[in-house]
């Protein structure tokens, strides 16, 4: 089937994403419970193992991810020779490859992806700053994982509220199931590759803009209609001309999808511009979207509203994507964990449409 639509393609006790009763599930906590009251540290624990982590515990991850933020010697390098004018994805992707090149023998482990997500946030924040031609901010070991972040890339500790809404961010995006990006970190470890080789591909996944690349694209459709009194004109008018609306619809979830309900109402209150516009962008285009297709759901999904909530952060638009990486790292690294723990190469059939067998023609027969 064309997209692997409704495929089973691995069993994982990481995620669950119910699409019909418009639930996330990580390791058999409701996402809801999860995303405004958990650190992001904690939900990165209890991915790799399973259960949330007690207070000993916690300081033990926090204090080590501190100790990894630094870059090696090799990655400062790569990361200098980069043009400024770089997508920072592709920083990312790069840096990565060479942070990670002293870890690439042996089979994967929660250290190693420790290590690895521990190194996101300085790789953007480094990169960020030499952009900007401003010094690069050494990583504090007090602050959490949002807050360094922060720090890092703005040379100033960040409001306590900012950095509650960052967390909760990256606990929102922190997993989703067989995605595209964990499916091809899956794939690659199936082959018994390393962990940075299939965090380098799952970056790459990303990328792309049908996958990760949503919430920088809303923001920039949401300055073209410019006013709430625009939005049905321009929307209306957007759909004679073919332009998909940004920011709805999803694979798997046919009712609101439970993420976009955290970010919608954490919208409202830090970035009310941006939400009276997009509230009302949402009610047009969901009605458009019914009238198009009534027999098919559609609704609003988790990059429409985490655009309002990245820029109220003080995000550049050009790191929304990467900043969903720094969130997914610890997604794609426990399903590495599992896939290794249990291992089966990952080879599907595919089917063949190509014409029925024949003869070759002579070079010097051939029109």
Known sequence: MPGLEGIVASQTAISMVDGENGRLIYQGYVIADLAEEMSLEEVAFLLWEGRLPNRSELDALSLEL???????????????ALPKDTDPMDVLR????????????????????????????????????????????????????????????????????????????????????????????RVIASTESDLTSALVGAIGALKGPAHGGAPAAVIEQLEL????????????????????????GHRIY???????????????????????????????????????????PQSTNVEFYSAGVLQAIGLPKEYFTPTFAVARVTGWSAHVLEQAAHNRIIRPQSEYIGPEPRRPVPLADRA
């Open 66 to 80: 501190a100790s990894h933020r630094m870059l090696t010697q090799s990655a400062n390098i790569a990361l200098d």
């Open 254 to 296: 046919r009712v609101y999808d439970p993420r976009a309900k955290i970010l919608k109402e954490m919208c409202r209150r830090m970035n009310p511009k941006f939400f009276d516009l997009a509230s009302k962008v949402e009610e047009v285009a969901l009605q458009i979207l019914h009238e198009e297709h009534p027999e098919r």
């Open 94 to 185: 790069s840096v990565v490859s060479v942070q990670g090149v002293e870890h690439t023998l042996g089979k994967p482990t929660v250290p190693l992806a420790i290590h690895a997500t521990a190194s996101f946030p300085t790789i953007l924040a480094m990169f960020h700053r030499r952009r900007l031609g401003l010094p690069p901010i050494k990583p504090r070991a007090e602050l959490g994982h949002a807050a360094n972040y922060l720090y890092m890339l703005n040379g100033k500790e960040a409001d306590p509220e900012i950095v509650r809404a960052l967390n909760t961010y990256l606990v929102l995006l922190a997993d989703h199931g067989m995605n595209a990006s964990t499916f091809t970190a």
């Open 225 to 248: 209609i410019g006013t709430a009194d625009n939005a049905e004109r321009w929307l209306r008018d957007a759909r004679k001309r073919k332009v998909k609306f940004m920011g709805f």
